[in-house]
């Protein structure tokens, strides 16, 4: 039982460049989540997704994209990255909504934009 | 909207002792969740302990306890017997219906324990 995982773990890209981090849990949890870290900021949702197929906008999510093609997998996607999109990025993930849904987090991914 | 203010950015403390980490929130849904996560040196985000709106008793795992004042809407973190391992950086966080029952973290909390 691995809980969440990202890969990559460390990336650095030009700007301009396209990437894929890819978030996996085995945990049969139905909610995921993208979160964003940066210095003094605390964490910033991106985007979340409720169910495989579904995908909707968090606080934070120009410049990104997402896809849940499979329950256990949730994506996020830079089309042309900016320095300003040098961050941690987090996943996390939870079994439901409501209640004490506790989200579990990954160990994220530092991307550097040059 | 929901909002969590953490007002301590930096809180030192000697070993063995105890430290209240502070957190107050801000939501017009009568039901929610509080949350407190853990992030040390490492980065992980570790969970710590959960309280619910409705939930009479103050929430406690462990060395953790979560001292729970709806009136003043305040969440504080307390943290008993503080050891090394417990310097970290400390998020509170708030999950409600209105939200999407996505989470809204603060600014967090440096905890420095010195031998």
């Known amino acids: 039982n691995a809980g969440v995982t990202q890969t990559p773990k460390f990336r650095v890209l030009k700007t301009g460049q396209s990437m894929t981090l890819l978030c996996a849990q085995d945990?049969?949890?139905?909610?995921m989540y993208w979160y964003r870290q940066d210095p003094g900021m605390g964490l910033r949702l991106i985007h979340y997704?409720?169910?495989?197929?579904?995908?909707a906008k968090g606080e934070v999510p120009d410049g990104y994209n997402v896809s849940r093609l499979k329950k256990q997998n949730f994506l996020l996607g830079l089309e042309s990255a900016a320095p300003s999109q040098t961050s941690v990025y987090f996943c996390?993930?939870?079994?439901?909504?409501?209640?004490?849904?506790?989200?579990?987090f990954g160990p994220g991914t530092r991307l550097t934009v040059l | 909207a929901q909002k969590i203010t953490q007002t301590q950015p930096g809180m030192f403390v000697q070993e063995k002792e105890a430290v209240t980490l502070d957190c107050t929130y801000d939501?017009?849904?009568?039901?929610?969740?509080l949350f407190w996560y853990k992030q040390p040196s490492s980065g992980e985000m570790i969970f710590l302990i959960y309280?619910?709106?409705?939930?009479?008793q103050n929430a406690t795992e462990g060395r953790y306890s979560l001292n729970f004042q709806k009136a003043r809407k305040s969440a504080n973190l307390v943290i008993s017997a503080s050891q090394l391992g417990d310097s970290a950086m400390y998020f509170c966080?708030?999950?409600?219906?209105?939200?999407?029952?996505?989470?809204?973290f603060g600014k967090g909390t440096m905890l420095l324990v010195s031998p």
């Open positions: 996390a993930s939870s079994y439901r909504r409501g209640g004490p849904d506790t989200q579990y």
């Open positions: 945990m049969n949890h139905e909610y």
């Open positions: 997704s409720v169910g495989e197929g579904t995908t």
């Open positions: 939501t017009s849904d009568p039901s929610y969740g």
């Open positions: 309280q619910g709106s409705y939930d009479q």
């Open positions: 966080a708030i999950l409600t219906p209105s939200g999407y029952s996505t989470l809204t």
